[in-house]
């Protein structure tokens, strides 16, 4: 009896891992200097990344250049130290094992052993550091309208992540997408709240589960909130929006994050109508923590407070910066010095008082607790990569890629025969890695099938004569590109791979991704030409587009005879691309984004107001190239029977939609059906209809099924003239159909009384 009680005195009881977590964290909370406290709200990128900065920069770069993550007059001896002495919290792009093994057991020198929590921007599977599976990226998730492979694919990504020993991923990125000459859009589920919303959530819950386990990560919504239509298009710049359109269009998927159960958020770069995000008490406690009840922390994002003295002007230096993001709802501080000492300083001048860091400290231990870092704050060498890359994991990133890529044009030559014997396939995008997309690291060659490699794989018998247009569409040679125009002419049949370069190694030399933001959507250098010559060859030619973004290219499908939108498909896009040009693969994606015609159509959304086209354009066309919801097969699908269960329902009452989906062509297929609804008279606008529910339908060749769709009074809620959700009565009108163009809808109105 004695001696048991003497060996649980030694062991503090916040070690003790039976003890409910509150009490661990008051336990360890009473041990924590100030300092401790402060360190664990502070984020560095890892000394690995730190190495690279000072053998690439200049020695006055590295005295000024905070994107290569260096830390002007210190070290990485420095991040050692700190490390050591429990002044570091979390750490972010730490892209192997064993420097995060490494730095854990630093921490574990500390005195009081407090687990290092990883962060890395894993956005589509771990992409971001080598030797992981590569899915597509969110766009092309989002072209698959499917929950359940968002669900799945975060669930194998929080295994990755965890086999190497990364806690913490940067995703999802829920902002909805309204400016397609912003870089990012590739990261992010489309331009429609509800479909970003339902994949948002599962994707939460994919990677949390309960937390409490060593297969589960912390996931982290992102970027709080409006970022995703800037003003000029660009990363970064001011966003002015109307209340109400933050409310219907952009809080909706972060709601539904923070519903879903993530215990992190990460607030935007942009100011919103003239308050930076990191210091907006409004979105941080008033909406997120009082209206919305989330209780885990949230982090900054990348040199955001310090933007509010360096760049927005809204403090006059950095320590006034830490102070107005901490007060205004900031837990911690991604990558950054100064921290630790000026934030010190403010809880000594008695301007932040303890009882707020405590608050924050509490948040970001109640995380490290529930994932168990302090019983497993190591992951094992051996294990590691019996989980990465496994063939569970791979099969998902085919099957993935293969529902991501969207049919946008067939004039009938697909699914291509072996009638063509000699092809040429040419394009930037033809033979190389860029298919990974943005956010994702060098693969290894062997983990990587291109669009030419999957091309001879599944068509073996055909005779591919490639000419290679290098990768960077800046620099084409146009001896290269004369050479494949003239041997268009000689062939059966020509493959144009074009589009954006997105690889972050290559940071500048990008065309789209973060920070490559553009102010037409046209296909850069001499793509167009190539394009356009080979079409001209009297060959038919087929346009396959990789890209995080819809690009203009109205008059490029116009001429081709098939155009297909790969995104970026991820590791086995190769694959998935010719298993789709070859009818291996019955196409079934649909945009989760308007194509527009030119950058001029911009904004272009299809749950746009009534009087948006009221006077439409003149000499162009107001239409989009190819609608939200849109993207062919090689079978049909027939629309029949629509039918609701009620004509009249009171305001809180449910409806039911069914109708028929035939397959009636001859192949089978996956059809994703879409409900859209319009409130037909209200007290302030609303869209001319919006995505309420969606389906994804297989069906054999010639088969039949009925679909069935539940309107509950959620779904006819609007935001009445002072703000509050309301569901009016008067006409409402139910469309289902194939996708957002009005032709592919059946419409029927019912009336709430
Ligand atoms: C991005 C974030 C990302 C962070 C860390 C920032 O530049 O905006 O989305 O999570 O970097 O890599």
Same mark, same amino acid.
């Given at each position: 009896m004695n001696i048991s009680l003497k060996a649980a005195d030694k062991k503090p009881l916040y070690k003790d891992p039976n003890a409910p977590v509150e009490k661990r964290i008051d336990d360890l909370l009473n041990r924590m200097t100030l300092e401790e406290k402060v360190g664990q709200m502070n984020q560095f990128v890892g000394i690995e990344h730190i190495k690279t900065a000072v053998a690439n920069l200049s020695k006055e770069e590295l005295k000024t250049n905070t994107a290569s993550a260096f830390y002007p007059g210190f070290t990485h001896k420095n991040v050692e130290d700190w490390t050591k002495n429990g002044l570091i919290g979390s750490f972010l792009h730490v892209l192997t094992l064993s420097e995060a093994n490494y730095l854990q057991s630093l921490a574990m020198q500390s005195k009081l052993q407090i687990p290092i929590l990883f962060g890395i921007d894993a956005i589509h599977g771990n992409a971001n550091a080598p030797d992981n599976t590569v899915y597509p990226t969110n766009i092309g998730l989002a072209s698959s309208f499917d929950t359940e492979m968002a669900y799945k694919i975060a669930r194998q990504t929080a295994k990755e992540m965890r086999a190497m020993n990364m806690h913490w991923t940067f995703n999802p990125n829920v902002e909805v997408a309204r400016d397609q000459r912003w870089g990012r859009v590739g990261e992010t589920y489309g331009e429609d709240p509800y479909l970003v919303s339902r994949l948002g959530e599962q994707t939460v819950k994919g990677y949390q589960g309960n937390l409490n386990s060593n297969e589960n990560v912390l996931a982290c919504v992102k970027h709080f909130v409006g970022g995703s239509e800037p003003l000029n298009g660009t990363n970064g710049a001011p966003t002015d929006l109307s209340e109400r359109t933050i409310r219907e269009v952009f809080f909706p998927p972060f709601k539904a994050g923070a519903d879903a159960g993530a215990m992190s958020f990460m607030t935007a770069h942009n100011e919103l109508n003239g308050i930076p995000c990191h210091a907006n008490e409004w979105l941080m406690n008033d909406v997120l923590r009082k209206e919305w009840g989330f209780k885990g922390f949230i982090v900054s994002?990348?040199?955001d407070i310090e933007h509010m003295s360096d760049l927005h002007g809204t403090a006059e230096n950095l320590k006034e910066a830490f102070y107005q993001s901490i007060m205004a709802g900031m837990d911690m501080h991604m990558h950054g010095i100064h921290w630790n000492e000026l934030v010190t300083e403010l809880v000594k001048e008695g301007r932040i008082p303890e009882s707020r860091i405590d608050q924050s400290v509490r948040r970001i231990l109640d995380i490290k607790f529930r994932l168990g870092l302090f019983e497993n704050p190591f992951a094992d060498? %051996?294990?590691?990569m019996k989980v990465r890359l496994n063939p569970e994991h791979r099969a998902t990133a085919l099957e993935a890629s293969r529902n991501s890529i969207v049919l946008l044009k067939n004039n009938g030559i697909l699914p291509l025969t072996n009638k063509? %014997?000699?092809?040429?396939?040419?394009?930037?995008? @033809?033979?190389?890695?860029?298919?990974?997309?943005d956010w994702s690291a060098v693969q290894k060659d062997e983990n990587v099938i291109t669009i030419l490699e999957g091309l001879k794989m599944i068509s073996p018998e055909t005779n591919f004569d490639f000419v290679d247009q290098g990768w960077d569409p800046r620099n084409m040679n146009p001896k290269k590109v004369k050479e494949a125009i003239a041997k268009a002419q000689k062939s059966d049949l020509n493959i144009v791979v074009?589009?954006?370069?997105?690889m972050r190694f290559r940071? @500048?030399?990008?065309?789209?991704?973060?920070? @490559?933001?553009?102010?037409d959507l046209d296909l850069v250098g001499l793509q167009n030409e190539l394009i356009e010559k080979i079409s001209a060859s009297g060959k038919p030619t087929i346009l396959i587009l990789v890209s995080g973004k819809p690009l203009s290219i109205e008059k490029q499908a116009n001429q081709a005879s098939a155009v297909i939108e790969a995104w970026e498909p991820g590791m086995y896009g190769g694959q998935a691309v010719a298993e789709i040009v070859y009818g291996k693969i019955n196409p079934s994606a649909k945009l989760p984004v308007t194509m527009p015609r030119s950058v001029g159509q911009l904004q272009m959304i299809y749950n746009h107001k009534p009087s948006q086209y009221f006077h439409p354009y003149v000499i162009t066309s107001s239409e989009p190239l190819y609608p939200f919801g849109y993207g062919l097969s090689y079978t049909t699908y027939k629309y029949s029977n629509l039918k609701l269960s009620e004509t009249t329902i009171p305001q809180t009452g449910n409806i039911n939609v069914c109708l028929d989906v035939t397959n009636s062509g001859t192949r089978d297929g996956v059809e994703i059906v879409q409900l859209y609804i319009r409130d037909k008279f209200s007290q302030v606008t609303r869209p001319v209809k919006e995505l309420k529910d969606f389906a994804r339908v297989s069906l054999k060749a010639g088969e039949t099924k009925t679909v069935t769709f539940s309107i509950t009074p959620e779904k006819l809620m609007f935001l009445d003239k002072k703000l509050n959700p309301v569901v009016e009565p008067g006409e409402f009108i139910v469309m289902v159909g194939s996708s957002s163009r009005d032709s592919d809808l059946l419409k029927q109105s019912f009336f709430v009384k």
């Open positions: 994002d990348w040199m060498e %051996k294990q590691s063509y %014997k000699n092809v040429l396939v040419t394009g930037i995008n @033809t033979n190389d890695m860029n298919i990974l997309g074009a589009g954006d370069y997105m940071w @500048t030399e990008r065309t789209s991704g973060e920070d @490559t933001d553009r102010s």
